[in-house]
């Protein structure tokens, strides 16, 4: 059975049709889920997508993350289940307390949008797990507020603990330790800031998107 | 009623790249000798409280799980009676 992989939709998300788009080409079903509702339905795995939920008003994320289905995402994400924040969704993820550290402004104070070089950097994730460490992927960026900051006891644990899972290769927005993006202890929850679903069909650029999104469908087929 | 003043900084240690940029550009604007350019955000409303000591509680609570995020940032609370 195809993996089913919900989408969460807030007001001002802006990729959620593009993730479920890229979703479906990778042989995967996508349904569109709406962030008022208090449950999920049945699924393999969700994924919080781009864009400037609720404006992203007072920070990015700082409203969505209290948005009723959060909590159900946060069930999900307990249980094991494979939970992905991609830009704006990472910000949400953060904002939640389901990843470490905070995305603040670029350096620079540069909105930064054009194709970058990332490095695996771990495959204990299950958006990395088919990928090898030191591959070499294309995708693009699109962000102001990426720059991902964490205190030297947390910058200590994701090192040891194997859950950088993604590095900028040219670093293009002051992260610390050049992380586009970690994972939970648990390898089932990861944020990165680049989008690997504009990264899924070669008319688009570069289809180096699809090793992560394929380790995500298979992370989620296992555990159905 | 009290009045509410909430300054939102970013904690000490933390880059501040609008704070720098601001800096940055004040020499050529003539204004020199200015140094330690934080930029934050200021939030104010009114809350219901018996006192100023419970105003000032219910207000660092919404601090602490709403208008901050204390990976990165702290607040200065500013009650008074209004």
């Not at chain 1, 939709?9 to 509702?37: K, T």
């Not at chain 1, 389901?98 to 350096?107: D, H, S, T, Y």
């Not at chain 1, 964490?150 to 090192?159: F, G, S």
């Amino acid at each position: 059975m195809a993996a089913r992989v919900g989408v969460v939709l807030f007001p001002g998300s802006n990729c959620e049709q593009d993730v479920a788009e890229a979703v479906r080409a990778l042989g995967g079903q996508a349904e569109v889920v709406w962030h008022g509702d208090q449950a999920l339905p049945a699924l393999d795995a969700v994924v919080v997508p781009g864009g400037f939920a609720h404006g992203d008003y007072l920070r990015p994320g700082a409203i969505a993350r209290f948005s009723p289905i959060m909590a159900a995402v946060d069930r999900f994400a307990a249980e094991g289940g494979p939970v992905v924040g991609i830009c704006n969704g990472f910000q949400v993820l953060t904002e939640a307390g389901l990843l470490p550290g905070a995305l603040q402004k670029n350096a620079g104070l540069k909105f930064v949008c054009r194709t970058v070089e990332l490095d695996v950097a771990s495959t204990r994730s299950v958006l990395t797990a088919e990928a090898e460490v030191g591959q070499r992927l294309r995708i693009p960026v699109n962000h102001f507020e990426g720059n991902y900051t964490c205190d030297d006891t947390t910058l200590q644990e994701l090192q040891e603990g194997d859950r950088i899972v993604l590095r900028y290769v040219d670093n293009p927005n002051g992260s610390v330790d050049d992380i586009a993006g970690i994972a939970n202890a648990g390898g089932n929850v990861v944020g990165l800031m680049p989008h690997p679903e504009r990264a899924a069909d070669a008319l688009l650029g570069s289809e180096d998107g699809r090793v992560l999104l394929g380790s995500l469908l298979a992370s989620a087929a296992a555990t159905v | 009623m009290f009045a509410v003043l909430v300054e939102v900084r970013l904690r000490e240690g933390i880059a501040d790249p609008e704070g720098t940029t601001v800096e940055r550009s004040l020499p050529a604007l003539g204004f020199e000798g200015i140094d330690g350019v934080r930029v934050g955000k200021a939030i104010r409303f009114t809350v219901e409280a018996d006192d100023e000591e419970s105003a000032r509680t219910r207000v660092q609570e919404l601090c602490d799980r709403f208008l901050t995020n204390p990976v990165i940032e702290d607040s200065v609370i500013m009650v008074e009676a209004a």
